[in-house]
């Protein structure tokens, strides 16, 4: 089989597509035909090097760890679950023509593969900072960074619970925003007063890393109101760090059920071949996502 993997740490130049061995599915896990695999920030982060020191990684090593495709062997003990679903979750090594996923769903009814690879990993993160800032109904929780896939999960969700929700991002994201019903502002200079204007905040998260821990900060008042998913020097102000993922299984089943309702829906911006890897993560590192972006086996 085909996939995408790296022997060495650096940018995206040290991607390769090569053959390798078939994975199989151990106790607990199935095996997909996978069809496309998300693209998050923490595939080009663990190319880069960028957690070896709390993270180690094995080299050589594939990429990935979510993916949609349908379920073509299953591990010892594996039940719910028949060759030829198709699933939706995360694993190991998913650009790939095959993948071992440890925790899935079935893909709920009218989501494409390549839509579906887009959920795994950023509703699990988004539910997991919305519970770790500790907003509740009726208070206001700020979103930096929040048109990408964890924005727009977040966004949706924090809605839904009753909570009001204040984006920025770029000037061409903020119809987007207010499609998610948040009240959007651009980020850059002066951000800090136009966030003020639109009323008080609670909590607030960092999803990019640009540098405004100490300013979420100001704004909430309270370095434990503030949680970052990309910004690894936010505990020297006094500001959670949230790396570890948490109950994957249980955010599927989340996702499912807020996508039947017609709750959350993250579009998919770009897509690209398992050949274009290089690309996709260029492109991830530059920002400025609508949504989500997939490579399509």
């Known amino acids: 089989m085909k996939r995408v993997s790296f022997a060495e740490f650096g940018g995206p130049d040290v991607l390769r597509l090569e053959g390798a061995e078939e994975p199989h599915a151990g106790p607990g896990q199935i095996?997909?035909?996978?069809?496309?695999?998300?693209?998050?920030?923490?595939?080009?982060r663990i190319r880069e090097g960028q957690f070896q020191k709390v993270r180690p990684v094995v080299l050589p090593a594939g990429v990935g760890q979510d993916a949609s495709g349908v379920v073509d062997e299953a591990g010892e003990g594996v039940e719910g679950v028949e060759v030829g679903d198709h699933v939706f979750g995360r694993g190991s090594s998913t650009y790939a023509e095959?993948?071992?996923?440890?925790?899935?769903?079935?893909?709920?009814?009218?989501?494409?593969?390549e839509e579906a690879a887009g959920y795994p990993s950023v509703v699990e993160t988004a539910l997991r900072i919305i519970r770790q800032a500790g907003v509740r109904p009726?208070?206001?929780?700020?979103?930096?960074?929040?048109?990408?896939?964890?924005?727009?999960?977040?966004?949706?969700?924090?809605?839904?619970?009753?909570?009001?929700?204040?984006?920025?991002?770029?000037?061409a994201n903020q119809d987007y925003l207010r499609s998610l019903g948040a009240l959007?502002?651009?980020?850059?200079?002066?951000?800090?007063?136009?966030?003020r204007q639109l009323g008080r905040v609670d909590a607030a998260l960092d999803l990019t890393g640009s540098g405004v821990i100490r300013e979420l900060?100001?704004?909430t008042?309270?370095?434990?109101?503030?949680?970052?998913i990309a910004d690894l020097g936010a505990p020297e102000h006094g500001v959670r760090y949230s790396g570890v993922t948490g109950n994957v299984p249980e955010a599927l089943a989340e996702a499912v059920g807020l996508i039947a309702r017609g709750k959350l829906h993250i579009p998919v911006e770009n897509s690209y071949t398992l050949a274009e890897a290089a690309a996709a993560h260029i492109d991830s590192r530059a920002g400025h996502t609508r949504g989500r972006r997939v490579i399509v086996v």
């Open 98 to 113: 095959f993948a071992v996923l440890s925790a899935w769903a079935r893909m709920p009814e009218g989501l494409t593969f």
């Open 217 to 219: 900060v100001g704004l």
């Open 221 to 228: 008042g309270d370095p434990r109101k503030v949680i970052s």
């Open 138 to 171: 009726g208070q206001t929780l700020l979103v930096s960074g929040a048109s990408g896939g964890v924005g727009s999960a977040v966004l949706q969700i924090a809605r839904d619970r009753g909570i009001t929700v204040i984006g920025t991002a770029g000037a």
């Open 31 to 44: 095996r997909v035909a996978v069809r496309a695999a998300g693209v998050n920030p923490v595939d080009w």
């Open 184 to 195: 959007a502002t651009t980020y850059g200079e002066g951000w800090v007063e136009r966030v």
